[in-house]
C-alpha cells in the first residue's frame, strides 16, 4: 500500500471554526438568552466532518487505499475514549446523586448514548429546547448519534459509487437534495424528529462532503480553474473573490447566531445559514484574511483542539447543577461550571485523546475502547431494568419519599380493562378498582383525574362501590379534536360513563381551564355546561373537582439527596395562596358559574387539604403530595382522597 497520506492538509483556520461551533453551544446551553442561535454550532460540526471525513473517503477510494477495517478503527480512536470517561463519570456521579426515576432515565440514556442511537430515543421524549431537557445530562449525544449514523451508511454508498463507476457528485448531490427536501417537510409537521432524524439533517454532512469533491479534484468554484494546491477551491487569481466568500460565510453564521432562536422551526430553511456560512469558509481557503487571522489565531485553535471533549463535558456538568440544585443556577455558578468544563476538557485531550489516536498498539486500543463503551452501554441498560437500583445505599435513607416521584400504574389491571370494554386505541385508557365487579362510580378527566383515582377508590370500595377511571382528554362533549388522538376518543370514553346501567356516580376532574374572557371561551364554558347537564338528567350523582394549585419549583428539589449531603434543599417547600388563587381566579369563576346554573353537580376542591389560610404545601406531615409541578404523588393522592372520603360523607 502506499504511503501517501489520505487526510488533507492540516488547516489551522478549521479548527478556528471548531472553536467557534464548540463555544457557540457552550454559551447557549449555560446563557441561552446572551446566544439565542448557539445551537446552531453543531450545524456548523456537521460540514466540518462532512469535510475532512469526505476527503479522506475520496482519497482513499480514488487511490484504491480505502480500507473499512482502518477506517472505523480511526474512527473508534477518535470517539470512543472521550465518551468513554463522561458516560463512566455520569453514572459515578448519578450512582450518589440521582434518584431511582432520574437514574434509570439516565441509564436508558447511558445504553443509547453507547449504541449512537440517542438521537431516536429523545425524540419520542422531549424536544432539544424543552425546559424537561434541562435534566438529561446526555441529551448532547443526540448530534453524535447522527454523525456516526451517517457514517455507518455514506462509505459504503460512496464505495458502491466508485464500482459501479457513477460520479461521487452526482449521488452527493441527491441524496443531500432528498435529505433538505425531507427537512423542509417535516419541520412543519414533525418537529422534535426533524431535529433529531439523521435523514433530515444528512444534507448537512453531504454539503461538506460535496466541498471535498471539489477540492479533492481541484474543481474551482467561480470559474472551473484548477490550481495546484487543494487546499482551497478558488483558483490564486482570484484573491478579492475568496475574501468575499469568507466575509459572506462569517456573516452567514453570525446571522444564524443572532436569529435562529429557538422559537423557529428548526433546521428547515434556518439551518442554511450555519451551514453555507461553514462551506463558504472553508472553500474559501486558508490564505484568506478572516481565516488567517481570525479563525486561525492561537486562542481559538487551542478552542478547536479540545472542542469534542468540551462539547461532551459541558452539558453534563450544567445538567447536573440543575438536576442536584434546582431552580435557576445563578450566574457565577454557569460560569464556574464552564470553566471546569475546559479544563476537564483539556486534561481529556492531553491525557486521553492524544496518546490514543496514535496507530501504535492500535488493535489492542480499538478492542479496549469498544468493550468499555459497550460495557457503559449494558450497565445503562441494566441500570434502566433495574428500575434506577432503588436500593442503592445512596438513596435507600429516603427511599419513601422518593417512591413519592414515580407514577405508580397498575398496567395489567388497565390491559383487563381495556380487553373487557373494547378499548382498542392507545388513546382509550381505563382502570377498575376491583376487576371482578361491575363499575359503580366513574372517574372521567385527563392525568389529573388519574392522580385522584387511588384515595378515591379507597373510598368508594369502603362504600361497597367500584371506581371506574376513564381517561379522556378535556371530558366535555363537542369540543373540537383536531388531529389529538386523546380528544378524539373522548365522546366513546364519556359515552362508557353516561351509557354503562351499573355506573350511579359520575366524577369530573381534569387539567383543563375555562374562562369567560373570549367568545372561544365562553363556547367552551357552554360546553361544559351541556355536558354536565347531559349527565345529571340521566339520573346520575355528578361530582366536579377543582384542581390544584401547581408549583412553580420540583418539588424533588424538597429532598435531601442522601448520597449528597451537601445538595440544596428548599427550605420552603410551598406557593403563596394569594398567588394560586390570583391565577385560576378566572377558570374557577366560570365553574362557580356552571355550577350555579347546573346546581345538582356536587364541588370537590383539590386544593382545599393542601393549602391553609396563606400558603399551599408540597410537603404536608413529612410526606411528599407531588410528583412533580402539577401531578399528585400517591401520598398526596391518598391524603387529598381522605380529605373527599370526609366531604362526601358529610354531604349524604
Given at each position: 500500500m502506499s504511503g501517501v497520506s489520505l487526510h488533507p492538509a492540516y488547516r489551522a483556520d478549521i479548527d478556528g471554526l471548531r472553536a467557534i461551533a464548540v463555544l457557540?453551544?457552550?454559551?447557549?446551553?449555560?446563557?441561552?438568552?446572551?446566544?439565542?442561535?448557539?445551537?446552531?454550532?453543531?450545524?456548523?460540526?456537521?460540514?466540518?466532518?462532512?469535510?475532512?471525513?469526505?476527503?479522506?473517503?475520496?482519497?482513499?477510494?480514488?487511490?484504491?487505499?480505502?480500507?473499512?477495517?482502518?477506517?472505523?478503527?480511526?474512527?473508534?480512536?477518535?470517539?470512543?475514549?472521550?465518551?468513554?470517561?463522561?458516560?463512566?463519570?455520569?453514572?459515578?456521579?448519578?450512582?450518589?446523586?440521582?434518584?431511582?426515576?432520574?437514574?434509570?432515565?439516565?441509564?436508558?440514556?447511558?445504553?443509547?448514548?453507547?449504541?449512537?442511537?440517542?438521537?431516536?430515543?429523545?425524540?419520542?421524549?422531549?424536544?432539544?429546547f424543552d425546559t424537561a431537557a434541562d435534566t438529561k445530562p446526555l441529551l448532547h449525544l443526540w448530534s453524535l448519534a447522527v454523525e456516526e449514523q451517517f457514517y455507518i451508511?455514506?462509505?459504503?454508498?460512496?464505495?458502491l459509487a466508485f464500482r459501479r463507476r457513477w460520479a461521487p457528485w452526482k449521488l452527493v448531490l441527491l441524496l443531500m437534495t432528498v435529505s433538505f427536501l425531507i427537512n423542509l417537510g417535516g419541520v412543519r409537521h414533525y418537529a422534535t424528529?426533524?431535529?433529531?432524524?439523521?435523514?433530515?439533517?444528512?444534507?448537512?454532512?453531504?454539503?461538506?462532503?460535496l466541498l471535498a469533491h471539489l477540492s479533492v479534484y481541484r474543481i474551482g468554484l467561480l470559474a472551473g480553474v484548477r490550481h495546484a494546491d487543494g487546499d482551497h477551491l478558488i483558483d490564486l487569481a482570484a484573491p478579492r473573490a475568496r475574501q468575499w466568500l469568507a466575509a459572506g460565510g462569517l456573516l452567514l453564521i453570525v446571522l444564524g447566531l443572532l436569529l435562529a432562536a429557538p422559537g423557529k422551526r428548526f433546521p428547515g430553511w434556518w439551518a442554511l445559514?450555519?451551514?453555507?456560512?461553514?462551506?463558504?469558509?472553508?472553500?474559501?481557503?486558508?490564505?484568506?484574511?478572516?481565516?488567517?487571522?481570525?479563525?486561525?489565531?492561537?486562542?481559538?485553535?487551542?478552542?478547536?483542539?479540545?472542542?469534542?471533549?468540551?462539547?461532551?463535558?459541558?452539558?453534563?456538568?450544567?445538567?447536573?447543577?440543575?438536576?442536584?440544585?434546582?431552580?435557576?443556577?445563578?450566574?457565577?455558578?454557569?460560569?464556574?461550571?464552564?470553566?471546569?468544563?475546559?479544563?476537564?476538557?483539556?486534561?481529556t485531550y492531553q491525557l486521553l485523546e492524544r496518546p490514543l489516536r496514535k496507530p501504535v498498539n492500535g488493535g489492542r486500543k480499538v478492542a479496549i475502547l469498544v468493550l468499555a463503551v459497550a460495557a457503559l452501554g449494558g450497565f445503562g441498560g441494566w441500570v434502566y431494568w433495574q428500575d434506577g437500583l432503588p436500593m442503592r445505599r445512596s438513596v435507600v435513607d429516603n427511599a419513601a419519599q422518593t417512591k413519592a416521584l414515580v407514577l405508580v400504574e397498575d398496567v395489567a389491571n388497565a390491559a383487563a380493562c381495556k380487553r373487557r370494554y373494547q378499548f382498542n386505541t392507545l388513546a382509550e385508557y381505563c382502570l377498575l378498582d376491583q376487576p371482578d365487579k361491575p363499575p359503580t362510580v366513574a372517574l372521567v378527566g385527563d392525568s389529573h383525574a388519574y392522580h385522584i383515582a387511588a384515595g378515591l377508590g379507597r373510598h368508594y370500595r369502603a362504600e361497597g362501590d367500584n371506581l371506574w377511571y376513564l381517561g379522556t382528554r378535556e371530558p366535555v362533549y363537542g369540543l373540537p379534536a383536531g388531529d389529538d388522538p386523546y380528544q378524539q376518543a373522548t365522546p366513546r370514553m364519556l359515552d362508557a360513563a353516561l351509557l354503562t346501567a351499573s355506573v350511579h356516580t359520575v366524577i369530573f376532574s381534569?387539567?383543563?381551564?375555562?374562562?369567560?374572557?373570549?367568545?372561544?371561551?365562553?363556547?367552551?364554558?357552554?360546553?361544559?355546561?351541556?355536558?354536565?347537564?347531559?349527565?345529571?338528567?340521566?339520573?346520575?350523582?355528578?361530582?366536579?373537582?377543582?384542581?390544584?394549585?401547581?408549583l412553580d419549583f420540583d418539588p424533588r428539589s424538597c429532598i435531601t439527596r442522601a448520597g449528597l449531603p451537601t445538595s440544596k434543599t428548599r427550605i420552603d417547600c410551598s406557593i403563596p395562596r394569594a398567588e394560586?388563587?390570583?391565577?385560576?381566579?378566572?377558570?374557577?369563576?366560570?365553574?362557580?358559574?356552571?355550577?350555579?346554573?347546573?346546581?345538582?353537580?356536587?364541588?370537590?376542591?383539590?386544593?382545599?387539604?393542601?393549602?391553609?389560610?396563606?400558603?399551599?404545601?408540597?410537603?404536608?406531615?413529612?410526606?411528599?403530595?407531588?410528583?412533580?409541578?402539577?401531578?399528585?404523588?400517591?401520598?398526596?393522592?391518598?391524603?387529598?382522597?381522605?380529605?373527599?372520603?370526609?366531604q362526601l360523607r358529610a354531604h349524604r
Open positions: 457557540s453551544v457552550v454559551v447557549f446551553h449555560a446563557f441561552p438568552t446572551l446566544l439565542p442561535g448557539g445551537f446552531i454550532g453543531v450545524d456548523i460540526f456537521f460540514v466540518i466532518s462532512g469535510y475532512l471525513i469526505g476527503s479522506i473517503l475520496l482519497k482513499g477510494m480514488a487511490t484504491q487505499q480505502f480500507s473499512f477495517a482502518d477506517f472505523y478503527a480511526r474512527r473508534v480512536r477518535r470517539i470512543f475514549p472521550a465518551l468513554a470517561l463522561v458516560l463512566t463519570s455520569c453514572a459515578v456521579l448519578g450512582w450518589f446523586g440521582l434518584f431511582p426515576d432520574e437514574y434509570q432515565q439516565l441509564g436508558k440514556h447511558m445504553f443509547a448514548g453507547a449504541s449512537f442511537v440517542s438521537n431516536f430515543f429523545l425524540w419520542g421524549e422531549v424536544g432539544y451508511v455514506w462509505p459504503p454508498l460512496l464505495l424528529a426533524t431535529f433529531y432524524s439523521p435523514l433530515s439533517r444528512m444534507w448537512e454532512l453531504l454539503l461538506g462532503a445559514l450555519p451551514v453555507l456560512g461553514a462551506t463558504l469558509l472553508i472553500g474559501a481557503g486558508p490564505a484568506t484574511w478572516i481565516n488567517r487571522k481570525l479563525l486561525a489565531n492561537q486562542l481559538l485553535v487551542w478552542f478547536g483542539l479540545i472542542s469534542y471533549p468540551l462539547y461532551l463535558w459541558h452539558w453534563p456538568i450544567l445538567s447536573y447543577l440543575h438536576i442536584l440544585e434546582g431552580d435557576v443556577l445563578g450566574r457565577k455558578v454557569r460560569v464556574a461550571a464552564l470553566g471546569v468544563a475546559v479544563l476537564l476538557a483539556w486534561l381534569t387539567a383543563a381551564k375555562f374562562g369567560n374572557e373570549t367568545p372561544d371561551g365562553r363556547a367552551r364554558v357552554a360546553l361544559l355546561r351541556a355536558t354536565l347537564r347531559r349527565f345529571v338528567e340521566s339520573g346520575r350523582t355528578v361530582i366536579w373537582v377543582n384542581d390544584l394549585p401547581a394560586f388563587e390570583q391565577k385560576t381566579a378566572a377558570h374557577r369563576a366560570a365553574v362557580a358559574q356552571v355550577l350555579k346554573d347546573v346546581p345538582q353537580v356536587q364541588l370537590l376542591d383539590s386544593a382545599a387539604p393542601l393549602c391553609d389560610a396563606s400558603r399551599c404545601h408540597a410537603i404536608i406531615n413529612g410526606k411528599l403530595m407531588y410528583r412533580d409541578t402539577h401531578h399528585l404523588s400517591y401520598d398526596g393522592d391518598l391524603y387529598v382522597g381522605d380529605y373527599f372520603n370526609r
